[in-house]
């Protein structure tokens, strides 16, 4: 990059804004907002809900990983000028200008206008949102009295996860190894109860054959509950509902976990740029709109 | 025995009745009658289920298994008259006169009263309950396609054992591990469910700890779903009901399995002997009356 007073903008802090961020450091005045103090390795967040890994392992503050010639700031952008070239960030009065605008800010969690959803299902994005997860284990754990019977210890021990995409696959498989390891190390009775609910025909819908023979593998061996073809219409507090074949099944649940997609995040949706039939920016092979 | 004349009547073809009718074969004129042709040695009926053993190799007939001197009759004894010492058997005019009569008929299915379970429900004390059981599994597990959804598998094999004493335990994990087998091998999605259910606080009621431990890992292992303080209250032709907790729960079942118990045979109620208050005939230490 020739203008190395350019001013660049990165909006968002996952894996596309943080390497962008460290390529272009002193290329020019490069500035990364996000909403987090902290990158997430997501790949390993399911590790960090069962303890094998510690937050900062995966979790770095960007303070720490950041070059220091970017500048960091953490917030919300909540609109973009493509014109005067600025963009507004929330609870700032001062808007930021830039030269050149990087947007990564990716999706947002798409909760498909369910009832309830997005109130009621903890989603698995963020270093919150697994604490918020292993906090509900834990507390639906500490509800089971050593001599419960087997079958209301499962009943307490319901969790549900709605979409059987790789991240709730890998989720559920790694939920109910926990939550049985706990059984064990409690000496409870019976065993938990892990479903993972899949609104399409198959589990890891776009995926190969092989690879679904071998999560199907998977979920068996930590014998995960598979329902294909099911919609969830309802979360409540305390439970869902969901539909197969026009039946209507109501669940109590201890905790409705919500990996059913991602939908186009509303900064992106705001911007006026050609966008595609899904409502993505129209870009040319660099990336560039 | 001195007088080699007797004639010594055997009633039941269990272990107590074949082995009393070999022991004393020579001793007396022995006749043993039983309602089945063959013998059967009941502890490996549940690897007879499994396809292990063939029936020849545990359940031998009468006629080769008894020594030549030993008379069998196959036919039911609906009375005896201690005084006239005879038995009459169903069917046959000739009434069975005696001079020592061995009682060795065992109890009977105890369905305690509970609705349909009588007409309903499979027992699992003979090879024809067994060939019975198999039929249910192989009819159930043939009723679905390849890519029926996973929790609709599991729901068409879903299978109940009522009792979980040692017979139904051991049925149980016999039963789920052979129907996950089954869906391995037929390509199934998702797993059947087995339950084991028990009125009782614990399961395997009068054993020790230190058995039920090794008795519950091993129906964790094998993935049957335990319930106890769960009373069965009514079965029909395509499922039961069950109460715990004062909650009743109807569920459809493939197969309802009664291994609940035993009660007094009813030969051994209509006997005029002294009987204890469980209704068993009082005896001697050498087990005479």
Do not use: C
């Not at 001013?7 to 490069?30: C, H, P, S, Y």
């Not at 993972?196 to 776009?206: L, N, S, Y």
């Amino acid at each position: 990059m020739a203008d190395k007073t350019a001013r660049i903008l990165i909006v968002g802090g996952g894996f596309g804004g943080v390497f962008t961020a460290l390529d272009l450091a002193g290329e020019g005045k490069v500035t990364l907002v996000s909403t987090e103090d902290h990158f997430l390795f997501t790949p390993m967040l399911y590790e960090y809900l069962s303890g094998e890994v510690e937050a900062w392992h995966i979790a770095p503050q960007y303070k720490e990983l950041l070059d220091e010639r970017v500048r960091f700031i953490r917030g919300e952008v909540t609109d973009i000028d493509l014109v005067s070239r600025e963009a507004g960030i929330a609870g700032r009065a001062e808007r930021v200008p830039y030269d050149v605008l990087v947007l990564a800010v990716g999706g947002i969690t798409n909760y498909a206008g369910v009832e309830g959803a997005q109130e009621h299902t903890i989603p698995f994005r963020k270093i919150a949102h697994a604490d918020a997860l292993r906090q509900r284990m834990v507390e639906a754990l500490d509800r089971v009295p050593p001599d419960l019977a087997p079958q209301d210890a499962r009943r307490a021990l319901t969790f549900a996860v709605v979409g059987a995409g790789a991240s709730g696959v890998e989720l559920s498989t790694k939920m109910a190894d926990l939550l049985r390891d706990a059984f064990e190390r409690r000496a409870l009775r019976g065993e938990p109860r892990v479903m993972v609910i899949e609104m399409g025909e198959e589990i890891v819908p776009g995926m190969g054959d092989e690879i679904r023979t071998f999560v199907e593998d998977a979920l068996k061996e930590s014998r995960v509950e598979v329902h294909t073809r099911t919609r969830v219409r309802r979360v409540t507090a305390t439970g869902l509902s969901f539909e197969h074949d026009g039946e209507l099944t109501d669940l109590e649940a201890a905790a409705v976990v919500w990996t059913g997609g991602v939908r186009i995040n509303p900064l992106v949706e705001k911007l006026g740029l050609e966008k595609d039939r899904r409502g993505l920016i129209v870009v040319e092979p660099t990336l560039q709109a």
